[in-house]
């Protein structure tokens, strides 16, 4: 599936018969004009955004969300600035049967709370989970965390009643131009750069959680998802990679790993041999 | 992104400029359209990460061109020895072309869509007037490769920047004999042929920001427009790269 | 200078009239034989190692002190497995006439903490330089930080009396082999991927603290210093970014760079303009 | 790390393996020493990051040539188009020649020093002989090339890759007429080289760990070796590649 505001209707047209379930921007309470430009800087092997969550707000997502049903189920990531923002979004959503499930981006600024991030502390993340829980009682709910303190937080999301986990977000990056002397762009860094963080953190988060992870961070291929799944995810999402590659191209590698494997998918999870079975690696 | 790979059957390079033809049978692309490029294949390389966003220079059939100014890394590798890019379809709106006659406004590497325009409008028997920029500070090689691919252009010498756009509209005149002026150029001249020409005829201008997805998703090519008398963004990849004037708000 | 762990004596011929201090490896009270192979990694426009911090031990390095000494100031960076493992690797330091200053590698396991690392909490990064502090109080002590929590750390470790703060050591992250379906590598990510990480925290700590800050983190080029010291960086270590360049060249771009720009190296901090003060940046 | 272009004068391909040979004029190589490579300067691409380690396999006095058996990014990238690498000078401690006789043993990409060894024994007139296993598996054109790049070595075919080591060690056969095994090849060759040599004459392997830095800096390359009783690791950029048989803790 696409990670969360990488994958726009007007593509659509790429990922039929690719993905398993669409995924669109995250959406916001009221409509978000957005970032002055720019909102993009390259980095190494990997991008900086500062998009400032650019969205209609929800009323004017759900009477376009037909335009996003294309047979796959939708899960919509929502945003809020509070706590009852998050779980009024919740809420209007537990009614609308068009919607397969929910992921909280919980990696937003917490106005409440001077500005921090909700994953800053646990205590907050509990506080939003659980209230999101108790306004959508009948549809999966995924909580999508920063890697930083993504441990506890994953704890606290999976306590507080998540369905499933989302690791990881945007790692907090600043580009700086030197020939103008001026800060670039404040934003969130992403790509394969960031793919062996969010391995490490889909790693040690789903060793402790008994709820699916899903791997998010840097998947550029098919081997890329691959490894995600072996490291404990199980699910992938494709976020900057879909930019620069089809996500067709991408899917048909990960069929053909699994084909020369003679794996099933939904195996992998668990495929992950022990590191001492060869020496051979050890020397090589 | 959907990409594909494609021969390389020049590269001529002036100074700090280059001139890439590709082979190209994909979609036939349109005066003011884009197409994003990569130099190697994804496989081999995560750096640079993104492709980058190039005007459709010319297109006759059988090839497109690039004209692309070197900048950095991206563009250094452009120029290189590799014998393929990967590249995309024709992405965008382009210009929109009506009956003329048009005026049509450049300068900098940004000329690039002008060539593959007046070349529609002349098949199409469209009458259409050039006025491009030529800064004295300019390379030489850059004046001789614009006089050679735009033969008919008027070539106007410009000194001081500030006061370039003042002279190339100086040059173009009365903007009354138009029925619409096309600009690509520099953003100083972009801004002054709005102000100068929007309230008179049809402008529009082609405008670039950074781009990542170039097919709507990321939002990342922002270019602030008038959208019901509010202020917000549009997507340059998608509902661009040509605007018309009246639109964007700056 | 250096960063640690990345220049050996074995390479100093490369690096004299080139850094202005010679920083070696960590150091531990006990010598340490590191971890098995693999040791290394590599990522998207980086490495990951897990080298163990293999080292002599602080008794044998002081022997061999001398083989360190090529004319440049000498920082020591040490670590201990608990606070007072730290104050006695400072506390044997302090006497030492050719030790300018120490530099505190608070981002190994704390083993008082079940292994999770000094920098995890701002407390224990108080008691460690506030200890060190007391049993170093005539040399220069700098506190390195990891990126995680870097900022709550920083402040902890300038009020319990660190002279300057080393910003961002390693990140921890995951090498999976999709191939043998192993665990390659856990270790820690440095190189260009995680620059952008790194000139964000050191960003941001510089702005709020008042001692100086080192930046240290994917530094490949001349210009890579130059955007660490506009981000509010006072010097800069060069770590990985030595395994595939000179260090010489990268300096000859950073002159460069100030003979073209008209500046001098240490009016670089400041040299930081507003972002605003250009429409062309925003609108390009 | 110290690293300078070099022109690459020549690529041949014989299934998965490159020969490469480009110009040098810097320190001669050592038979055993490796280089660490680039595909292209650093500030065009930071990915791959690393430069990578290969044995000199072969040196005449002005061109230098490398073995390479493609692998990943960075082998695939050496065998593509460009017209330099950026390459480092020898490094490591290679092969100790005493006078002989030496038997030469390998298999593998890794037979790659042998060839400078070989040659260098042959200037000096030291008597030596190669065993080279040849695996039933291998491609056609892996022992096309090796019989061309040995004309004189003794070719051992193999099937049970288990056994093969067993199999190359009965061909070189009474071990007392040597007063050296030098050997490069597969893991198991190398320990079982070691098992059945190292108490009856001077046993050189030649090892390999992944490497960073290629100078001491990084340890990343860890081997294990006894050290006064102790196991410990040694760097086998600088105390290596080539390691006495009985210091090797494995
Ligand atoms: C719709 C569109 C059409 C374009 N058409 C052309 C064209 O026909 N010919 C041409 O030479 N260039 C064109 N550009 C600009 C071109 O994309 C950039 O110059 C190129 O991406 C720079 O890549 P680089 O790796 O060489 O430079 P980088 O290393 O990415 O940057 C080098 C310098 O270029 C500037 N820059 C980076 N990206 C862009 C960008 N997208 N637009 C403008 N400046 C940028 C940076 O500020 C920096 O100073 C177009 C851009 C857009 C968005
Ligand atoms: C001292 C030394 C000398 C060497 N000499 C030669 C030589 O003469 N000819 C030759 O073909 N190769 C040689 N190698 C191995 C060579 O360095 C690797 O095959 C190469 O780095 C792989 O790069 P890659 O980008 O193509 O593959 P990667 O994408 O890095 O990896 C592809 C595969 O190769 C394995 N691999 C990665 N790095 C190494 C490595 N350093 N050594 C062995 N396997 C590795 C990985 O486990 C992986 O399965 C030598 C290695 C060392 C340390
Ligand atoms: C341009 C862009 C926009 C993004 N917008 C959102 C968003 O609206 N909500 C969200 O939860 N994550 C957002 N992300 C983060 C991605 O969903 C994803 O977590 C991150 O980019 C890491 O994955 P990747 O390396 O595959 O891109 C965005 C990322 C990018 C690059
Ligand atoms: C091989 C290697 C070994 C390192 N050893 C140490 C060490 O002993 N102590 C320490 O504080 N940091 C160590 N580091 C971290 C570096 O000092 C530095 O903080 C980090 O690599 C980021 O900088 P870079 O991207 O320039 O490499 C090591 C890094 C590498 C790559
Ligand atoms: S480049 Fe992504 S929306 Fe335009
Ligand atoms: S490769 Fe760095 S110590 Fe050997």
Known sequence: ?284 | MRLQRAEILSRERFGNHLLLRYRWNGCIPQPGQFVMVRTRSFAAALDPFLCRPFFVHDYDGESAALLVEIRGRGTSLLAGEEEEVVVSEPLGRGFDIGNGPVALVGGGVWVSPLKLLSRRLAGRGIPHELYLEIPSTAPEAYGDVISRIFPDADLVPTDDPERAPEKLLARVGDLSRYSAVCASGPLSTLAAVKRAACEQVCVQLAVRERMACANGSCHGCAVPVWDGGGRTYARACISGPVFLAEVLAW
Do not use: W
């Not at chain 1, 945003?79 to 779980?87: K, L």
């Not at chain 1, 993340?125 to 709910?141: F, G, H, M, Q, Y």
């Open chain 1, 1 to 284: 599936m696409p990670a969360a505001g990488t994958l726009g209707r007007e593509a659509f047209g790429e990922v039929k018969g690719v993905y398993g379930a669409i995924l669109p921007k995250t959406v916001t309470p009221k409509p978000r004009a957005g970032n002055p430009p720019p909102r993009l800087a390259e980095a190494p092997a990997g991008i900086i955004n500062s998009i400032g969550l650019q969205n209609p707000g929800i009323e004017r997502f759900l009477e376009d969300l037909d335009d996003y049903d294309i047979g796959l189920p939708i899960i919509v990531s929502v945003a809020g600035d509070t706590v009852a923002e998050f779980a009024e979004l919740c809420a209007r959503l537990a009614g609308e049967s068009r919607v397969a499930a929910v992921e909280l981006n919980l990696s937003c600024p917490n106005t409440e709370r001077g500005g921090t991030t909700f994953c800053a502390r646990a205590e907050t993340i509990s506080e939003v989970v659980a209230a999101c829980r108790t306004a959508l009682p009948d549809k999966p709910l995924f909580a999508k965390l920063a890697n930083e303190g993504a441990l506890n937080n994953a704890l606290a999301s999976e306590e507080a009643g998540a369905d499933a986990l989302t690791l990881i977000n945007t790692i907090s990056a600043l580009a700086v131009d030197p020939h103008t002397r001026r800060i670039f762009l404040k934003g969130g860094l992403s790509g394969p750069a960031i793919k062996p963080v969010a391995l490490r953190a889909v790693y040690e988060v789903s060793r402790v959680v008994s709820v699916p992870v899903i791997g998010c961070g840097g998947v550029t291929s098919g081997t890329d998802a691959v490894a995600f799944m072996l490291a404990g995810a199980s699910a992938v999402q494709v976020g900057s990679g879909g930019f620069v590659r089809e996500p067709g191209e991408i899917l048909e590698e990960f069929a053909v790993y699994l084909r020369d494997n003679e794996l099933k998918a939904q195996n992998l999870t668990s495929a992950l041999r022990s590191r001492d079975e060869s020496q051979e690696a050890m020397l090589y």
